[in-house]
């Protein structure tokens, strides 16, 4: 039994739950990917998949196995990369989970150019604006969007964004202009319910402060929050490369722009020290460059004062 293979079939096997699934992939009999399994189970004297008539799940002794060989096959994939001067086209799979919001409006559009380009690479692409585990979800990078980030973690830096406080002229024509943040208390807020605080934070006589605010509504999505101040219901403060087109459009007007907000930085965050895989770093160096330290979203729409 070629033991690289069998390592490969069983991190098919795993990633996708199913035996079928992966034969009809590799295009062979559901039973050459069963017998594969069976002798590398005999082989290491353990069961590495639970079977039940629903699913397949992994045995604590498979979570752990599967692990490493993940790390193997991308230290393989690194030395033929290496020995070929990495000048062949990326290929193979890529899994990434991303933000909702950021990953439709501007992730999307960037990934569907990049297998343009590279046809032999597929993608799975995770939308959710909660935080994953990479290595139990089997995900080669995540992108994610924050004030601060873990200095324990393995990043990229892809882009920034700011933060931008935005109402309807038609809200802000009923309700007033706030001129400093502390007028915020007097008016409807929008807020995102992941956010780290339940506060905005401005930057006041020289230093930051988190400005309590209230309303009627709150959401987890901020393409939800947009639509709801687009429709009037209040003010919110959104990243600018949710809040920006509807600025340029007219449709949102930015208050309290003297007062700046925190910046958030965007990262690719990879599982570990794990080696990362040629066709994962193409695409990050791909996605820095086309997002870039000042991104489109922020030139598109100059601040204006208060």
């Given amino acids: 039994m070629d033991r690289l293979q069998a390592m490969e079939v069983f991190v098919r096997v795993a990633e996708a739950g199913s035996f079928t699934a992966v034969a009809d992939h590799l295009n062979v009999a559901r039973s050459a ?21 629903r699913r397949l799940s992994l045995t604590s002794s498979g979570a752990a196995y ?37 990953g439709i409006r501007h992730l999307v559009p960037l990934i569907s150019d990049f297998i343009t380009t590279y046809p032999e ?38 882009s920034t964004s700011e933060l931008t406080v935005v109402a309807a002229p038609a809200y802000l024509d009923r309700h007033g202009r706030p001129q400093h943040p502390d007028e915020l208390l007097g ?40 639509e ?8 919110t403060n959104q990243p600018t490369f949710i809040s920006a087109q ?13 007062y700046s907000t925190t910046e958030l930085q965007i990262y690719a965050v990879f599982p570990g020290s794990r080696y990362v895989p040629h066709r994962v770093r193409v695409l990050v160096d791909y996605l820095a460059e086309r997002l870039g330290p000042t991104p489109y979203w922020t030139r598109a729409v100059p601040r204006v004062s208060a």
């Fill in 33 to 53: 990917i069963t017998r594969q399994i069976a002798g590398l189970e005999a082989h290491l004297g353990t069961k590495l998949l639970a079977r039940s008539t």
């Fill in 121 to 158: 690479v597929t993608v799975d692409l995770e939308f959710t604006d909660q935080r994953v585990n990479l290595i139990e979800g089997g995900l080669d990078f995540t992108v994610r969007i924050s004030q601060q980030i873990d200095p324990t973690l393995v990043i990229r830096r892809l």
């Fill in 228 to 235: 709801a101040a687009i429709r009037g219901l209040g003010i």
């Fill in 246 to 258: 509807a600025v340029q459009a007219g449709l949102l007007e930015e208050v309290l722009a003297d």
């Fill in 187 to 226: 008016h409807h807020c929008l807020s995102y319910t992941l956010a780290p605080s339940s506060g905005w934070s401005f930057r006041i006589d020289g230093e930051y402060r988190t400005v309590p605010v209230k309303g009627r509504l709150q959401m987890n999505n901020g393409d939800a929050l947009l």
């Fill in 66 to 102: 599967l692990e490493k060989c993940r790390e193997i096959l991308a230290m393989v994939e690194a030395a033929e990369g290496d020995l070929a001067g990495e000048k062949r086209a990326p290929r193979g799979p890529i899994r990434i989970s991303v933000p909702m919001s950021f």
